[in-house]
């Protein structure tokens, strides 16, 4: 079995409905990977766990999503040199710009590498990952040339309905 490249963490059961869309994506192009919960502020041992054993247990990437005062993301960052791509979940009262605001702005020596709001970041996040896996995968790189052209056509193929 091939070990897990890329981890998927959130901070609830309830980013699973957004998280599962970075999920899909690695299933797509079949990288090994991991989805558990890890929240920040109910379980912030086990997340200085999780970062601290990144490395070493060979992940090359870690998608963190949270949402309202969104810290796991940064402070997974804090903890390994791991590269965090960060995924802001849609709060129910700020519809997620707190989240954003919590992930994008970190102070300048740690990165987190920041997303659209919900699911639109969540898939994106993880076409980024493939991405930066592809880079020394050719099989993975022509994968990812393929999806690609196959949304060129669909967008190509759209139709629109005569005007009302
Ligand atoms: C954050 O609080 C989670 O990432 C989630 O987006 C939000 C709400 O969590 P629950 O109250 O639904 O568990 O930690």
Redesign the pocket.
């Known amino acids: 079995m091939q070990s897990i490249q890329i981890g998927v963490v959130?901070?609830?059961?309830?980013?699973w409905e957004?998280m599962q869309h970075a999920v899909a994506i690695l299933e797509q192009f079949g990288i090994p990977h991991e989805a558990r919960v890890v929240?920040?502020?109910?379980m912030p041992d086990d997340m200085f766990a999780y970062a601290e054993g990144a490395q070493a247990r060979g992940l090359k990437a870690i998608i963190a999503?949270?949402?309202?005062?969104?810290h796991?993301p940064g402070m997974i960052a804090a903890k390994t040199l791991v590269p965090v791509l960060g995924v802001p979940?849609?709060?129910?009262h700020l519809q997620g710009v707190d989240?954003l605001h919590s992930i994008v702005q970190m102070p300048r020596g740690v990165p987190v590498a920041t997303f659209a709001i919900g699911t639109a970041g969540a898939a994106n996040a993880a076409l980024f990952a493939v991405a930066m896996l592809a880079g020394g995968q050719p099989a993975l790189q022509e994968r990812l040339a393929a999806w690609r052209a196959e949304q060129t056509a669909a967008a190509r193929a759209m139709q629109l309905p005569p005007a009302a």
Request: net charge positive; glycine share 18%.
């Open positions: 959130m901070g609830s059961s309830s980013d957004t929240s920040a502020h109910r999503g949270a949402g309202g005062a969104a796991l979940v849609a709060s129910r989240s």
